[in-house]
């Protein structure tokens, strides 16, 4: 599918109930959000899923041949199996077009769609397309959904903070998500302002000036 194809794709349809004049009375079902485009995402949203996600993504070409060797040399030398995160461009193949069952199959069909799609698409637009689709948890699919359900505000809007909040979200979104357990959330999100110090994304100084217990969540 094109572009304008794959962004009107949705993985559920949102119920909203109305009166009569019109107001919104509650919504049932996935939240979406608005649509928003790569420029209108804040860099620190982008850069902070980028290094929790997928740190090489601007240099692989779908999969990451480095990520895979150390998941096999770590399998060889400690005997434990093969855990090798999928690069952002595999889940985004995952969650529009394939589901997450663990089959040997669909990892393949997972890396040749991912390839196909750095194929035919810009990094740019991968990362648009991943960043309004992806499952954030609470029923949020994309940043804004989840800026919105989690802090009460348009996803344009992030502080370093509330970016680490919602890029630790991916990994787990039923558990680490603020509906589920707000520590939990906090938690991760330290990690991740770890991981976007380490990767360049922030400086230490700005990485312990963040002050994640202060983070206002939505009521």
Do not use: C
Not at 66 to 91: H, V
Not at 172 to 184: F, G, I
Not at 198 to 219: C, H, M, Q, R, S
């Amino acid at each position: 599918p094109g572009f304008e194809e794959l962004k009107s794709s949705q993985a559920g349809q949102m119920i909203v109930v109305r009166a009569r004049d019109g107001s919104e009375l509650v919504s049932l079902g996935p939240s979406y959000g608005k649509w928003l485009s790569h420029d209108q995402i804040p860099a620190i949203m982008r850069e902070a899923m980028v290094a929790v996600e997928d740190r090489r993504f601007h240099s692989h070409f779908g999969v990451d041949p480095l990520g895979l060797a150390r998941a096999g040399y770590l399998a060889a030398t400690t005997g434990k199996s093969i855990r090798a995160t999928s690069t952002i461009s595999q889940q985004l193949a995952r969650t529009v077009f394939l589901n997450n069952s663990r089959t040997f199959t669909r990892k393949v069909r997972e890396a040749v769609i991912a390839m196909a799609l750095e194929w035919k698409f810009s990094k740019e637009e991968i990362l648009e397309l991943y960043l309004n689709k992806v499952y954030f948890g609470g029923g949020a699919y994309g940043v804004d959904a989840a800026a919105r359900k989690f802090f009460g505000h348009a996803g344009t809007q992030m502080s370093v903070s509330e970016a680490a909040i919602v890029a630790g979200l991916v990994k787990a979104p039923s558990h680490y998500s603020p509906t589920a357990d707000r520590e939990a959330a906090i938690d991760r999100a330290r990690v991740v302002l770890g991981l976007m110090q380490t990767n360049g994304v922030i400086g230490a100084g700005e990485a312990a000036a963040v002050d994640l217990a202060a983070v206002k969540f939505a009521a």
